[in-house]
């Protein structure tokens, strides 16, 4: 199992950045994906959630609204287009693969995360 | 919204047992898990449905989880032990998580 988070790096408040996931080593549309984040030296934060087929999409209040999670079965990617972002959207953002497919168990692989921060 | 407390720190000696506590409402009524993360990498899931391992976990890891209280014990900790610890449950298709324990082997 492989995931590999690309597109983070820095972005003013108020801009927009998109995150993506590659997905390797398993069959991705067997699976629920998530985002979770992690501001530096803090812990962890649950983001959004999509189950296989994009049926059912979940946000954290905080995010809800302004981050808009997709997926590319075809393309085993999943994504996170983050707009109006603020100072305290700063994180490593972990791509994160759940056990399931059409629910939420538990997040059974974890990327090694992208960066995004978010300053003047 | 739901909430899972977790103390900050907690030490151990090698070879000892080192038990890390998570509480919340009722979190015996959900089924927890527990993330490993150690400095500089990405969290590692070590135990599933309040008591079950993934495999390649090692057996001195273990869960229980009633009442309010989840615990995560481990039993002859080592040094490589060393790690942030989060609990995490589902609460209506939320996923909450702990504030994390460090765990020092000392």
């Known amino acids: 199992v492989q995931l590999v988070e690309s597109g983070g790096g820095l972005a003013q408040p108020g801009g927009s950045l998109r995150l993506s996931c590659a997905a390797s080593g398993f069959t991705f549309d067997d699976h629920a994906m998530h985002w979770v984040r992690q501001p530096p030296g803090k812990g962890l934060e649950w983001v959004s959630s999509i189950t296989w087929n994009s049926v059912t999409i979940d946000y954290a209040d905080s995010v809800k609204g302004r981050f808009t999670i997709s997926r590319d079965n075809a393309k085993n990617s999943l994504y996170l287009q983050m707009n109006r972002l603020n100072t305290e959207d700063t994180a490593f953002y972990f791509c994160?693969?759940?056990?399931?497919?059409?629910?939420?168990?538990?997040?059974?692989?974890w990327g090694l995360g992208t960066l995004v921060t978010v300053s003047s | 919204s739901y909430e899972l407390t977790q103390p900050p720190s907690v030490s151990v000696s090698p070879g000892q047992t080192a038990t890390i506590t998570c509480s919340g409402d009722h979190l015996g009524d959900k089924y927890g898990c527990w993330y490993q993360q150690k400095p500089g990498q990405s969290p590692v899931l070590v135990i599933y449905?309040?008591?079950e391992r993934p495999s390649g976990i090692p057996e001195r890891f273990s869960g229980t989880n009633s009442g309010n209280t989840a615990t995560l014990t481990i039993s002859g900790t080592q040094a490589m032990d060393e790690a942030d610890y989060y609990c995490q449950v589902w609460d209506s298709s939320t996923a909450v998580f702990g504030g994390g324990t460090k765990l020092t082997v000392l």
């Open positions: 449905q309040d008591t």
């Open positions: 994160v693969r759940d056990k399931s497919s059409s629910g939420y168990l538990r997040f059974d692989s």
